[in-house]
């Protein structure tokens, strides 16, 4: 499986989303900062 971001194949990456979306847990651990900082309003 490749992470949609970084491009990382990995049988360790997590799909999400029902397998429509799949990340690296760096990436997906970069999401959550990122996503976390825009709901800081």
Known sequence: MTCQITGETSDNNLKL?????IVSR???????????TSLEI
Do not use: M, P, V, Y
Not at 17 to 21: C, R, T, V
Not at 26 to 36: G, S
């Open 17 to 21: 989303d029902n397998g429509s979306f």
């Open 26 to 36: 760096e990436a997906a651990e970069r999401l959550i900062k990122e996503i976390q």
